[in-house]
Nanobody, 116 residues
Framework: QVQVVESGGGLMQAGESLRLSCTAS????????MGWFRQRSDEDRIFVIY????????IAQASLKGRFTLFRDTTNYTIELHTSALEPEDSAVYFC?????????WGQGARVTVSS
């Protein structure tokens, strides 16, 4: 029905910028939100940031202190997750999701490993 695919990440250095991309495809006309969670090893998956599709309002996890921003391409149902300076604590699998017609669809995740 809806497919969500992330791209980007990999092995990074502390202080580098990060750009992760996510595209939803299929029956996406009913999209109401797209966003990102992340999960560090042996920890819970936590919310990072998301965008309300119709209003174009972006909400971010306050504890991350504005380090992450989100950009969107509405024509292609694509969002990007940006941060200007990675920290080792950002090492995680980053999961993208799309809310479509009251259902949440998840991507497989993009791994980010930040070395110091």
């Amino acid at each position: 029905q809806v497919q969500v695919v992330e791209s980007g990440g990999g092995l990074m250095q502390a202080g580098e910028s990060l750009r992760l991309s996510c595209t939803a495809s299929g029956h996406t006309i009913g999209t109401t939100a797209m966003g990102w969670f992340r999960q560090r090893s042996d920890e819970d998956r936590i919310f990072v940031i998301y965008n309300h599709w119709k209003s174009n309002k972006t909400i971010a996890q306050a504890s991350l202190k504005g380090r992450f921003t989100l950009f969107r391409d509405t024509t292609n149902y694509t969002i990007e997750l940006h941060t200007s300076a990675l920290e080792p604590e950002d090492s995680a699998v980053y999961f993208c999701y799309a809310d479509v017609d009251a259902k949440r669809y998840w991507g497989q995740g993009a791994r980010v490993t930040v070395s110091s």
